[in-house]
């Protein structure tokens, strides 16, 4: 069994593309559904899901066991760029469900669209890391690290998908958020995390998120973020894939 975890960004769909191209048998493409995803995300992962149908893959979307914001209210806390527990406990934890039940004996491999070029922290990562801590022992596989921004990008666009300028949306806003996040977030999305911030009594980033947006609407729009998911790469979200 082949299992992509994935949330429909750049390097799912262009996992999904690299599968196909293979000949790959027996994959699953699993998306957990945070509950906190952008208002406009939900037409990706229907666009990404029949995709995945088209090239012969089964998909599941996995509901988390509480959701962000009641999460959040449990912890009385967001999470931060270096601490980003949120992902272990709304995305390892029914994924490690799912395969638990679907995959007893371990034997899947789980694939996650991983590039080299798209992060300088994993400059070095292998294809391959055999007995994975995060996925009880699984076979963890990057099968994009051998891929070119070029390369990567035409998966992308042989799939029949325009090649997207940021991250994954399945948590929006997310705590790695760039400055162009802010720039470009929809009015449905801050109102949310206004929400929350209020039922909390503390912002979730240095100022309340409408000062947050305030602030970065007013700077000039920044240069093409070459490596928008460093910051993923660099906290405990990392395994699961956030922002792919």
Known sequence: MNIIVGNYGNGTIALMQWAHQQQ?????????????????????????EAFAKACGFATEILPPSIDFSALMQQRQAFPTSTQQWCAGILKGLPLLDWLDQQDPTCEATILIGKTRFSSRVNQLLSEYVTDSEYYDGRTLRHPLVHETKTSFEALIQQAGFAVLPHRSLECEPCINATEADFQRMALEDVEKLTTLEQ??????????????????????????????????????????????
Request: aromatic share 10%; glycine share 6%; with cysteine.
């Open 24 to 48: 790959l048998p027996n994959v699953t493409v699993l998306y957990v559904d945070t509950r906190w995803s952008a208002t406009r995300w939900q037409s990706r992962v229907t666009a990404g």
């Open 199 to 244: 039922i909390l009594d503390k912002p979730m980033f240095s100022c309340p998120i409408t000062e947050t947006v305030a602030n970065a609407k007013a700077k000039q729009h920044p240069e093409a973020e070459e490596r928008y998911l460093e910051k993923f790469d660099q906290g405990c979200s990392s395994p699961f894939g956030c922002g792919l």
